[in-house]
């Protein structure tokens, strides 16, 4: 969300849910991984606190939850964004199992960086940027800073290319290897499972001054170089070119949209939910949102904040993610009100049943190993077992010759 647990968030009340909200610590202050921190935990740990706090709050809705009228045994957790990597690492986490009984992770995949890489390029980062690295006692003196201090350090230090985003670390205590290697090992929490994004949910992290043939190539080298290196760039740059013609699209950095959302979501999603489907017997669902808005908002598509305008209900009012500049405020129309209406249908009973079996129209169907079968939000529903099919085998292509899943 682009707010905070204290607002309101769900415009009105219906289905029988309880919704609770955990607040955890953020950034530096719940992420920061660093050798002296490591060094000084009886589980070797740092970097973990606020996904430590994570498990706490559902240790505390297990304890209090029957007082709210909630049932103890059919918690669900679900997370947009930085909130869905941390739903994909409590479904890998050890510490969380028997905490919940259905995940669904929204508008962004799972990942976690190895402790040591965390510790190297953040932890010993911002150590040096505090001008504490050379002290005595480095844990004493990082918490000796005002936690003011910390928070300008961390706005100039994070890079998530770099392994300085926060979010949780591969600690071989709350997270035994990053969450996708978890699932395909089987040792993952076994229960019902979605996952999903937006058509158009990478917007905002493509330029538009993609304007050329040259710029659009630029562009793919800058998004995948860090990721397969050197290595058959110029190969892969005319075989995407090929795969997202800028012809069928609207211009270059359209395309540059769809090719971007694909590789960090779209092809994670397939992979995920596959593996999760090959490891488990409980039922896995994948859909991709798109219904952008309409009028001037149309030009946003269906992008990374509107998943939450709709499961929460605020586009009954017409309430928009404060960064979709219109001229009025946005009137909802009757596909938007509908649309509404399915999410909370879909994610309640989810919540509530553990499945969707029976309640969708067309019939949303569960994600095998063999059919990665996804369901089309949009206005009409549609149900697709071949999506993209020609694009996500080649993003598959990519994932396995460099040894990497997708991560954020």
């Keep these: 969300m682009w707010t905070s647990g204290n607002e309101d968030l769900f415009v009105g009340q219906r289905n029988n849910v309880v919704l609770v909200t955990l607040q955890f610590r953020l ?13 000084e935990s009886e589980h070797h740990s740092s970097g973990n606190y606020g996904f430590l706090d994570m498990i706490a709050g559902l240790r505390w809705v297990r304890k209090n939850i029957e007082s709210f009228g909630g049932d103890p045994n059919r918690v669900t957790v679900f997370g947009s964004s930085s909130g869905s990597i941390d739903t994909g690492s409590l479904v890998a986490s050890p510490l969380a199992r028997g905490l919940f009984h259905r995940a669904i992770m929204q508008s962004w995949p799972m990942g976690a960086s190895k402790l040591a890489v965390r510790e190297q390029n953040q932890g010993l980062a911002i150590a040096e940027a505090a001008g504490v690295s050379d002290a005595d006692d480095v844990a004493a003196a990082l918490r000796a800073l005002p ?4 928070v300008k350090i ?29 699932i395909r090992a089987g040792k993952h929490n076994r229960l019902p499972f979605m996952i999903g994004a937006q058509a158009q ?25 860090g990721y397969v290196g050197d290595k058959d760039m110029d190969g892969i740059i005319q075989k995407l070119s090929a795969l997202y013609p800028v012809g069928q699209y609207e211009n270059y950095y359209w395309a540059m949209v769809d090719l971007t959302n694909d590789r ?9 939910s596959t593996a999760m489907a090959a490891n488990q017997a409980e039922p896995v669902y994948w859909y991709v949102f798109d219904q952008p808005l309409a009028g001037e908002y149309a030009r946003y ?7 939450s305008t709709f499961v929460f209900q605020l586009i009954r009012n017409g309430q928009l993610p404060p960064w979709y500049r219109g001229k009025t405020k946005y009137t909802p129309t009757a596909d938007d009100l509908k649309l509404a209406d399915v999410f ?27 059919q990665p079968a996804v369901q089309i939000i949009s206005a009409p529903i549609e149900s697709r077992t071949n999506h993209r099919a020609e694009k996500l085998a080649y993003w598959n292509e990519i994932a396995k010759a460099y040894h990497k899943a997708a991560k954020p």
């Design 264 to 272: 960090i979501h779209t092809s994670s999603n397939r992979r995920i």
């Design 301 to 307: 598509g269906a992008d990374h904040p509107l998943i």
């Design 27 to 39: 950034g530096v202050i719940g992420f920061l991984a660093h050798p002296a921190l490591t060094a």
């Design 344 to 370: 909370l249908d879909y994610w309640t009973s989810f919540a509530a049943n553990g499945h969707l079996d029976g309640l969708a129209s067309p019939a949303w169907p569960r994600v095998s190993p063999e």
């Design 154 to 182: 961390q706005n100039k230090v994070a890079n998530p290319l770099l392994g300085r985003g926060f979010y949780p670390t591969v600690d071989g205590w709350a997270l035994l290897d990053d969450p996708l290697s978890t």
């Design 147 to 150: 936690w003011q201090d910390l």
């Design 201 to 225: 949910d990478a917007r905002g992290r493509v330029k538009k001054s993609i304007k050329t043939e040259g710029d659009f190539h630029a562009a793919i080298d800058k998004l995948l170089r």
